[in-house]
């Protein structure tokens, strides 16, 4: 209930603000172009991922990204230990 | 670094399947099942329909559904339509991350599916949906499914149909069909003693809040009125669809007649806001059936005595406590929800350009794909009074006899990434050693 109300202060405030916008979509013109290119864009990856296990390779790309994480949560864990005196941590 | 790896962390947090795709669909937001009066005790019903029949727009009747390719669990059919006196043709791909095709209307054939998600407005859509269960089901002959067209519900019976040369009709595995992307409608089914689907809604009630001109709209559905049906129901699911998903309700099979039930619909990003749903069956007289005998939702709460409640009083106050931290289920998707639709409606092309690089990332990180043809996209240029013209044809990226090359270059990429991501570990682990 704390974060609800806290989220949707958050919300409430922004609301204004951001409905005070009105900035035009793009045009049916610019749409098509984007989705020509999103498309060859798909097909491109559509034929990437025939000759590779891209699950495999999705799954590897996550444990990167996991350990990266774990690895700078790591180092501000260590940066804050390093900060209390009485740990005489160096 | 650390900043990006939180940042691409928090994207992959996001689950694909609840994005919201298009904004341009809330336009159709006022096409909903057109609102009639709620059915008196003396209203003759309909015999139940035949194969092809309509259910509501005479400008719309099914001809017939062919399949043009399958595969092991891929299927695409062509669905010939007549509408206003068009022939229509209309490509019907099943795929776990295109679910639904589109086709212009009026014209006589559409051969590329929705592409990355995008939904062309003035098109048809198509959804089959048969169960609930995302497992996967069989479409055989014989069977009926509901077609949504232009916001209006549509009974699609599955002709005989055949692969094989012998005529034994086949049955073709399906992969499972999510319902996303579709209109903003609300309906209910039922399946009938005789496992005859059914679309039982007769009245939907909605108040309209929020209306801008050029913008969506945020509604707010408080009344369902189902059909009076001559007939046993033996299920009954309730189908919010959405563009992001369905929910649906089923009742057990024993339960012959449907039960009441508030539902409070969190989910509006396709849209509308919060609001009671109610359900509410009519009885043979017309009135609203509001207590019913043996109501599985309410019964529950009813018969708590005061031992329950006191052996349950320490897990409500820890259940208390814990509410205080933690939101409840679909706090967060409600919340997503509610920027999505705010930021969709007033921040325009810079909203779209975002969901663009979005649909690029989803597009990259979903996994691989058991289609071997691609279609590349049709692309026309007009230079100096000569179109240049691309695309448009179906390629096949293994041609046959070569699936061997498809093999070997996969067993050496996933060799190569396995290398990789061992020596990736090794200095990962290197640099903790030196922290």
């Known amino acids: 209930m704390i974060i609800e109300s806290l989220m949707n202060l958050i919300y409430n405030i922004f609301d204004p603000i951001i409905s005070s916008f009105n900035i035009p979509k793009f045009s049916d013109a610019v749409r098509v172009i984007l989705d020509t290119i999103i498309g060859y864009f798909d097909v491109g990856m559509k034929i990437l991922k025939a000759y590779i296990n891209w699950d495999l390779a999705v799954t590897l790309f996550n444990m990167c990204l996991f350990a990266f994480a774990g690895y700078e949560l790591l180092r501000l864990v260590f940066f804050i230990l390093r900060k209390v005196p009485m740990f005489g941590t160096k | ?435």
């Open chain 2, 1 to 435: 670094m650390s900043v990006l790896s939180l940042f691409l962390l928090l994207v992959f947090s996001v689950q694909a399947d609840e994005f919201d795709y298009n904004s341009a669909w809330r336009d159709v937001l006022d096409v909903v099942i057109p609102e009639v009066d709620a059915p008196d005790s003396e209203e003759v019903f309909p015999e139940p329909y035949l194969p092809g029949t309509l259910l509501g727009d005479d400008n719309l009747s099914l001809m017939s559904l062919y399949p043009e390719n399958i595969t092991d669990k891929l299927a695409s059919y062509t669905l010939t339509y007549k509408i206003n006196n068009s022939n229509l043709t209309v490509q019907y791909s099943t795929s776990k991350t295109r679910p639904f095709a589109w086709s212009s209307l009026g014209s006589t054939s559409f051969n590329a599916p929705i592409q990355n998600n995008v939904s062309p407005v003035g098109r048809v859509q198509i959804i089959i949906n048969q169960s609930d269960d995302l497992e996967g089901f069989l479409i055989s002959e014989g069977d009926t499914y509901d077609v949504i067209v232009d916001g209006l519900i549509y009974n699609l019976y599955m002709e005989a149909y055949s692969s094989s040369s012998d005529d034994t009709p086949t049955v073709y595995e399906y992969e499972p069909i999510i319902r996303e992307k579709s209109y903003n409608t609300f309906a209910i089914t039922g399946v009938d003693a005789s496992g005859v689907t059914r679309d039982l809604t007769s009245y939907v009630e909605k108040n309209v809040s929020g209306v801008k001109a050029g913008t969506s709209y945020n509604v707010l559905f408080t009344n369902f009125r189902l059909k009076q049906v001559p007939y046993n129901i033996t299920s009954l699911t309730f189908y919010v669809y959405s563009e992001t998903l369905e929910v649906g309700w089923g009742v057990p099979s024993s339960a012959l007649t449907p039960p009441t039930s508030n539902f409070r619909f969190f989910r509006s990003r396709s849209g509308f806001e919060n609001g009671d749903i109610r359900i509410v069956p009519v009885d043979t007289s017309g009135e609203g059936i509001t207590n019913i005998e043996n109501n599985t939702i309410n019964i529950e709460n009813n018969t708590k005595g005061i031992w329950d409640s006191i052996v349950s009083l320490p897990g409500a106050i820890m259940d208390g406590i814990i509410g205080l931290f933690v939101p409840d289920d679909g706090f967060w998707d409600e919340y997503y929800a509610k920027y999505d639709l705010l930021l969709s409606e007033n921040l325009g092309f810079l909203y779209e350009s975002f969901h663009l690089l979005y649909e690029l990332f989803e597009t990259v990180m979903s996994g691989s794909s058991s289609m071997n043809t691609v279609e590349v996209p049709y692309f026309s240029y007009d230079f100096s009074g000569t179109t240049f013209e691309f695309g448009g044809w179906e390629v096949n990226l293994v041609p046959e006899g070569m699936e061997i090359l498809q093999d070997i270059c996969r067993s050496i990429s996933s060799f190569i990434m396995i290398i990789m991501i061992i020596n990736f570990g090794m200095k990962m682990y290197d640099k903790i050693l030196h922290l």
